[in-house]
């Protein structure tokens, strides 16, 4: 049976005019346009594939075991060693199928794992039903959004193939071609469900989302070659009318709507859009609107634009040629001369001087030429890119010196290839991105690491290697990745072991808190004379911190302990007959545990301890005689403190003023907000002209103290929570910003953004 329209199956050994292929005159055409989508795919694809370590990595650090992070972990080495073949198989089932579209072999194609009806599916391995399902949806969603191009396309591509229309299936470009063919590249990668769907993950956003502007391209050379460029798009089709159910009226209506709409304009008064594309865009948009509005032009840090630098009535521009010429020739002085250079930065309006300079020179008549239009903001927005890093409050100045020697080749890439600015994950951009962020994280003024001259000699190799070859960005960012990583886990391991002090240590501070406490209970409504008071709150409060330690505070040592503090501080207050008569029962016993005690300490010899019990019970007798003076005479003998000395610097924390500061309304605010922070929030801490960034590290639930480490991962600040509210409040100290550790590009477009939003009269 055959549809009316439609011609009738040739007999075997026979071709009629449509199968033939598409026509003679359309050859070249068609090798065209395969080459088009070869290129597009393959450019996106390996995009995707430049995204599966970090996106593992990522995923590894949120894996809710050890078991799920190894899986990342080994999937991130074995995809590098699967990707070659993955990608092989994927281009030559695209490279086939367009092969087979133009020879006339492709033919609607038979169901696809894609196409199962519901009873099919039932009989699907689970996790292969989530795979084909995912490969569905990516490929529904583009059908979708794409769906007017989609149709001028096939309508196109029907002409090219003798007017005959395309059999359902047969476009060897749809959407769900292209998503099944990255299902069958994986299929005998022997990858889990898990990892495959990360990859479909990225597949999705960074190919798929990108095959809007390959159909649009498509359409748009076809109609440069003549094909239908007069077609307009209708939202139903016949072929599709015969076999789809109709479509109501108002249906059809919002899908002409949904697929006719211009895309809206960018709104330069708004606040940077997030996409990439878009900021970039939008920075060119503001440049332009701004050198037409300004004779003498002035960017950011008060850099003249490159504009400024042309003659005046210049109507020729140098060409591409000239311009890489004169970059080269200044790059070749920079790394003959780096080794003197590289500790003082290089000021971007020198670099531009210095530019025009080396224009100039080599041209036959310098005053009839300028830059164009393009390469000046090009220049302009590297300038920029490279005044920012400058600025950056962020990065520790030996590292802002070293990475503003990376201007000139990184303007070379820049002309060479725009993507620097578009593509996160570009080879050029990822290195200056990981240099900035560990000078940010690690560049510690008394840095012991290297970090410091590892950037420096990264610095060099793209100074003295870099001919244009992007390859150079890769292999210096893995070496210095792993560089990185190693460095990272040396700072995590100072980190832990600071952490891990500071418990302790805490520990002990709980102790002597709850010892003071017991103290202060046996001195409450006493005043014995200063040589019980101070044993007490200076000797005996150790004893206590120890035996809470060793034997806990519910233990019967505790107990004595505690009592012999109640019945000391007792001992030194008058007393009637019958309470001197049960002093002189209980003397011996106390004076037994007092001397078991400071025995405890460690610190006092036998003859010391028998004279300081002497004299206490010099000034017990004192005091039940009525001899005040005599009792206020006796001095407890200077002896170390054993607390002190294993607290060390935290022992100024012991001091009650800090821990109970006296707070506003406002402070008592930050309390409760401080209470909610969490670990690895980045403190700023000003004193005078000094500044220093500290990460919150680790926070006592008992003592209420924070401890900070510095860039190092060495301990460098405990405050109790009321200090550290009272300096916020005093603004000694603050949050750091947010986005300290952000990509440094992506800081910098947006600081670009923001300023030419300003230079243009622009809201923000």
């Not at 002085?333 to 020198?350: D, I, K, Y």
């Not at 519910?554 to 207050?573: H, I, K, M, N, V």
């Amino acid at each position: 049976m055959t549809t009316q329209g439609t011609p009738p199956t040739p007999p075997n050994g026979s071709r009629t005019l449509a199968s033939r292929g598409i026509q003679p005159r359309f050859s070249e055409l068609g090798q065209s346009c395969r080459k088009m989508v070869l290129n597009h795919l393959a450019d996106n694809l390996q995009r995707t594939f430049a995204q599966v370590d970090d996106t593992l990595f990522q995923c590894a650090e949120k894996a809710e075991n050890n078991q799920v992070q190894a899986l990342f972990f080994d999937n991130m080495r074995s995809i590098r060693k699967l990707r070659p073949q993955i990608e092989r198989h994927y281009h030559l089932s695209i490279s086939q199928g367009i092969a087979d579209f133009l020879d006339g072999k492709r033919v609607a194609t038979t169901t696809s794992p894609t196409d199962m009806h519901a009873e099919d599916m039932a009989l699907v391995q689970t996790e292969d039903y989530e795979e084909i399902l995912q490969v569905t949806n990516m490929a529904s969603r583009v059908q979708a959004r794409c769906a007017q191009a989609l149709f001028a396309l096939e309508q196109r591509l029907a002409l090219l193939n003798n007017g005959q229309p395309l059999p359902e299936g047969s476009n060897p470009i749809a959407p769900k071609t292209i998503a099944q063919a990255f299902l069958g590249a994986l299929a005998p990668c022997g990858l889990t469900l898990q990892i495959k769907l990360v990859l479909y993950g990225l597949f999705d956003k960074q190919l798929m989302h990108e095959l809007d502007k390959l159909y649009d391209a498509l359409n748009q050379r076809l109609i440069d070659a003549g094909v239908l460029p007069n077609l307009k798009y209708t939202a139903t089709r016949s072929a599709q009318t015969a076999r789809a159910p109709a479509q109501p009226e108002a249906a059809r209506q919002q899908t002409r709507s949904n697929v006719t709409d211009e895309p809206a304009l960018l709104d330069l008064d708004a606040a940077p859009p997030a996409d990439l594309n878009q900021l970039v865009d939008g920075v060119s948009a503001l440049l332009a609107e701004y050198r037409k509005h300004q004779s003498a032009l002035s960017l950011l840090s008060g850099t003249p634009s490159m504009a400024s630098f042309a003659p005046e009535g210049a109507r020729r521009t140098y060409d591409a040629g000239e311009l890489l010429a004169a970059l080269n020739r200044m790059q070749q002085t920079s790394a003959s001369e780096l080794a003197l250079r590289l500790e003082h930065p290089l000021q971007v309006a020198g670099l531009k001087a210095d530019l025009q300079r080396q224009l100039a020179s080599h041209s036959e008549d310098p005053q009839q030429h300028r830059l164009g239009n393009r390469e000046t903001d090009v220049i302009d927005l590297v300038g920029m890119l490279f005044d920012f890093i400058l600025d950056d409050d962020n990065l520790p100045q030996p590292y802002k010196v070293a990475l503003s020697h990376l201007h000139t080749p990184y303007l070379k890439v820049a002309l060479l290839d725009k993507a620097l600015f578009t593509r996160q994950h570009h080879p050029a951009r990822k290195l200056i991105n990981a240099m900035a962020k560990a000078g940010v994280l690690y560049g510690a003024v008394d840095e012991t690491h290297g970090l410091l001259a590892k950037v420096h000699w990264v610095v060099k190799q793209v100074i003295q290697h870099f001919t244009g070859d992007l390859h150079l960005f890769d292999e210096l960012f893995s070496e210095f990745s792993e560089f990185t990583g190693t460095l990272k886990q040396r700072v995590d391991l100072q980190e832990r072991r600071a952490v891990e002090t500071a418990k302790g240590r805490d520990k002990l501070l709980g102790a002597r808190h709850t010892a003071a406490q017991v103290i202060a209970q046996s001195l409450a409504k006493r005043s014995p004379p200063p040589i019980i008071r101070h044993f007490l709150e200076r000797t005996w409060i150790d004893v206590l911190v120890f035996i809470q330690l060793r034997h806990g505070p519910t233990s019967s040592e505790w107990q004595r302990a505690s009592e012999a503090a109640e019945q000391l501080a007792w001992s030194g207050t008058p007393l009637d007959a019958a309470q001197r008569d049960h002093l002189q029962r209980v003397r011996v016993e106390m004076l037994e545990a007092l001397r078991k005690g400071l025995m405890l300490l460690g610190g006092y010899h036998e003859d010391d301890i028998r004279r300081l019990l002497q004299d206490l019970v010099a000034c017990q007798h004192a005091v039940q005689a009525g001899q005040p003076g005599i009792a206020s005479g006796l001095a407890l003998p200077p002896s170390p403190s054993q607390l002190g000395a294993m607290l060390g610097d935290d022992a100024a924390l012991l001091d009650p003023t800090l821990a109970n500061a006296p707070l506003s309304k406002g402070g008592m605010r930050l309390v409760g907000d401080l209470e909610k922070i969490e670990f690895g929030t980045w403190f700023e801490f000003i004193e005078g002209d000094r500044r220093q960034t500290l990460k919150l590290s680790w926070y006592s639930p008992t003592t209420h103290n924070y401890m900070f480490v510095d860039l190092n991962g060495q301990r460098a600040a405990v405050k109790s929570i009321s200090q550290l509210a009272l300096e916020m409040e005093q603004g000694t100290a603050r949050l750091s910003k947010p986005d300290r550790a952000a990509p440094m590009v992506d800081r910098a477009l947006t600081a670009v953004y923001r300023v030419l939003q300003q230079l243009t009269g622009r809201n923000q």
